[in-house]
């Protein structure tokens, strides 16, 4: 089956920004959505952002609304969330999925596939 694998993740300044990255091992999800979930320690997961099979869609949790971009690239379906204005309730590890659907949703459960996360840290 089909894995997914977070990059990017790191330790920075409130302020400051980051760039994850999501790459399946196959090319496989061009017909589907992908999302962005968080998950901060002693909190459930949460939904971040969504954008549907062909990257001209987004939807994004209240929280960063403005400051993080989700996308997609053309090169083996590989999907970006670009933060900026991090802050330090931003800390959590970050999980990119794949929908069960072509459209976006901040339903964890309409996702079938989900990465192994990568830590963001975001200090005061």
């Known amino acids: 089956q089909v894995q997914l694998v977070e990059s990017g993740g790191g330790l920075v300044q409130a302020g400051g920004s980051l760039r994850l990255s999501c790459a399946p091992s196959?090319?496989?999800?061009?017909?589907?959505?992908m999302g962005w979930f968080r998950q901060a320690p002693g909190k459930e997961r949460e939904f971040v952002a969504a954008?549907?099979?062909?990257?001209?869609?987004?939807l994004y949790a209240d929280s960063v609304k403005g400051r993080f971009t989700i996308s997609r690239g053309n090169a083996k379906n590989t999907l970006y969330l670009q933060m900026n204005s991090l802050k330090p309730e931003d800390t959590a590890v970050y999980y990119c999925?794949?929908?069960?659907?072509?459209?976006?949703?901040?339903?964890?459960?309409?996702?079938?596939?989900w990465g192994q996360g990568t830590q963001v840290t975001v200090s005061s």
């Open positions: 196959r090319p496989t999800f061009s017909n589907y959505a």
């Open positions: 999925a794949k929908s069960k659907f072509n459209g976006g949703s901040s339903y964890s459960g309409e996702y079938d596939i």
């Open positions: 954008v549907n099979w062909s990257g001209g869609n987004t």
